[in-house]
């Protein structure tokens, strides 16, 4: 028991680091705010930074980041508008072409309306909607199954609510491919190394034997950029990415205008990947 | 003791180099695999875990069934399992250790495996399967190896063997328990998400294990000068019945609930199981055999005159052990997987390689069974 107990403590500090951390690097926007305001509330700087990471660690609901996408399947209207996401996200994260379903690696992917939302069967939707490609990526999920089950932590929630994979640690037993519902993730069957097209160096490539998925661009969202897919289709806005908790972001303007929805909402999981679902436009 | 195990026939030593000509090869394959990585084998992206797993999650319960010795024994003071408890708990170590390799052989990167020992995680079923099953397996070395050696020196075994036999009780079951919940707990895969998968388990573990110590006594009976009783042997075919008969009345159960209620991602598994969806059916063939096995089994060993013949029951007993192998070590792990969450069909089948790694892991399972099993052999002949 108390080496439980140990083990929780320990959890419950290192969790609290993170989160100052986390919060110092991300939002250095939000910590001028806090730090204008108690200024100006006549609170000298070291109580200002105290009230910030006390802040910051008891409710990352308040100051912290949840990112969360919106895909307007709408605006998807060529074979094109599809492939520049996923060359952008594939090129970026030196992901493999192996050429073959078996081995195969994907972060993002096209997958027809009645696979991406099984449950949603109906006989009287048409062929054309049944068949319309939706792209499919990994949730970043409020609730991840794939971090619950990791035995080594190499996949974890950060407090932005990113899903992020540690590659050095992963021991690759794949628990987190069985427990992901949304079949969001890939294993490294072979050594991908010789199957990238074009070698990013700005990115990690990874050794066989370790899984990976989508990491909502986590490396460029800190250098302020929006992840690559969101980019290479920002001329129609058919990817919309944005923080969840700032209520003028253009997702939550998105949420609050469209109606939308989630893969598998009744599992708990909590997608942050959302889905416009209509008639395309102007075909 | 060990020197028992190195004095032996021609048999036995053929034996022997047959066993390590298995493990020997699969060795080699096991290296190929970590050179080229684990798309040497039959998994994919969809079917993420095959055979190995699969016989993981099958020799886990072979291990857990040597409760069904100690509770008679130990708990209602069975005295005709006196002369069989070390097979159930030499068993239990052999596929424990089984287990544990299996598992090592699935890892993508096996050098980092200390890593779970290093980031402890509870949060994570896989962390305690670990705890619980290494508990087990030193559990059974210690309890096993102190009452035989306490045999030997026509003792009775030491005071404090005893607590610990009792531990090992609700630890054999907690093996079994921990390692349902490593599928009844993820959503999304419904053929395993079902409050009874642990019940299952444990049904299928308790039919197949003693199953396996019957086959394995009578073996011994022939090849030895050492007889296990016919008393026991019985005994043990009765617990045989009474588990497949309970097995295959949970296995309905997840039929009717899945049926019944209609729901479709309840039902896909089974369709794909028992009938193919798609026109892909390779499991087909698989599953129903199990079941005419274990119906055939069940046929056998439920009439007392019949079970009482030693033949017979050694029919029964390979049957059922064929039929929760195939359940268990087949249709449970790769079936969680198909339907994809696309409801998708992949279908999987093992490599020749995957199958070399595989028998080369079994041959060992089955060179510890060998070695302790002479050993204790060796031992009871002197004391009778």
């Known amino acids: ?66 990112w969360a996408m919106v895909v307007d399947i709408k605006k998807f209207k060529t074979e094109d508008d599809y492939k520049k996401c996923i060359d952008a996200c594939h090129s970026v994260h030196n992901v493999p072409d192996f050429g073959n379903p078996k081995d195969e690696v994907k972060w993002i992917w096209k997958m027809p309306y009645k696979n991406t939302f099984p449950e949603q069967e109906d006989d009287y939707i048409s062929g054309e909607m049944k068949n319309m490609p ?35 640690r992963c021991i690759g037993c794949r628990f987190c491919m069985a427990a992901c519902p949304y079949g969001s993730r890939s294993f490294n069957f072979r050594d991908p190394r010789p199957f990238i097209k074009e070698k990013n160096s700005e990115y990690p490539t990874r050794a066989k034997g370790v899984v990976e998925k989508c990491n909502f661009c ?66 | 003791m060990f020197e028992k195990a190195l004095t032996g026939d021609k048999r036995y ?99 980092r495996a200390m890593n779970i020992i290093l980031y402890p995680t509870p949060n994570s079923i896989m962390f305690w399967d670990m705890l619980v099953l290494n508990g087990y397996l030193l559990l059974n070395l210690t309890i096993g190896w102190t009452t035989l050696n306490a045999e030997r020196n026509d003792m ?58 019957i086959i394995l006594c009578l073996i011994v009976k022939r090849v030895s000068n050492f007889d296990p009783g016919k008393e026991a042997i019985q005994t043990l075919g009765k617990i045989v019945t009474y588990a497949v008969i ?51 089994a069940i046929a056998l060993l439920i009439n007392p005159n019949m079970r009482k013949r030693e033949n017979i029951l050694m029919v029964s007993a390979v049957l059922v052990f064929i039929s929760t192998w195939i359940d268990k070590g087949m249709g449970l792990v790769i079936g969680g997987f198909i339907p994809n969450p696309f409801e998708e069909i992949t279908e999987y089948s093992p490599t020749i390689p995957e199958v070399l790694i595989t028998l080369g892991v079994w041959a060992t399972g089955l060179l510890i069974i060998t070695v302790l099993y002479k050993i204790a052999v060796s031992i009871k002949e002197e004391t009778v």
């Open chain 1, 1 to 66: 028991m108390e080496f439980l107990l140990y083990i929780r403590v320990i959890r419950i500090f290192v969790k609290f680091v993170f989160n100052v951390l986390e919060n110092m690097e991300t939002n250095r926007r939000q910590f001028l705010k806090i730090f204008g305001i108690s200024t100006l509330s006549g609170l000298g700087s070291i109580p200002a930074i105290w009230a910030f990471t006390q802040h910051s660690a008891l409710s990352t609901q308040h100051f912290g980041k949840r």
């Open chain 2, 13 to 111: 030593w053929g034996w022997i180099f047959s066993l390590l000509l298995i493990m020997g090869t699969g060795f080699i394959f096991y290296l190929k695999q970590l050179d080229y990585g684990l798309g040497i084998t039959g998994m994919s992206r969809d079917v993420s875990w095959g055979l190995y797993i699969a016989q993981f999650t099958f020799l886990v319960g072979v291990a857990a069934s040597a409760v069904m010795l100690v509770i008679p024994y130990y708990l209602h003071d069975y005295k005709k399992f006196g002369k069989i408890i070390i097979f159930g708990e030499f068993l239990a170590i052999s596929a424990v250790i089984m287990c544990l390799m299996f598992v090592f052989v699935d890892m993508g990167q096996p050098m």
């Open chain 2, 246 to 296: 309970i097995n295959l009345f949970f296995f309905l159960l997840e039929i009717f609930t899945a049926f019944y209620s209609n729901i479709p991602g309840h039902m896909h598994p089974f369709k794909y199981l028992f009938f193919g969806t798609e026109g892909h059916g390779k499991l087909v063939p698989w599953m129903w055999t199990a079941f005419i096995l274990s119906i055939m």
């Open chain 1, 134 to 168: 939706f792209m499919v990526l990994c949730n970043h999920c409020k609730n991840p199954p794939c971090v619950r089950v990791c035995p080594t932590k190499a996949t974890f929630k950060r407090a932005d609510g990113i899903v992020a994979m540690d590659y050095h």
């Open chain 2, 156 to 213: 009775p075994p030491p005071d404090w063997v005893k607590p610990l036999i009792y531990v090992s009780i609700p630890w054999a079951i907690s093996i079994h328990t921990v390692t349902a919940f490593l599928y009844a707990g993820l959503p999304g895969r419904h053929l395993w998400l079902t409050a009874i998968m642990a019940p299952r388990f444990l049904s299928s573990a308790f039919a197949s294990g003693p199953a396996l110590l």
């Open chain 1, 218 to 283: 986590e490396e460029r969202l800190s250098k302020g950029l929006q992840p690559a897919c969101v980019e290479a289709c920002k001329d129609n806005k058919a990817l919309i990415f944005g923080d969840l908790n700032d209520p003028d972001s253009e997702v939550r303007k998105v949420l609050e205008t469209n109606y939308t929805i989630r893969r598998k909402p009744e599992l708990g999981t909590q997608p942050g990947v959302y889905y416009i679902v209509g008639a395309k436009e102007d075909v």
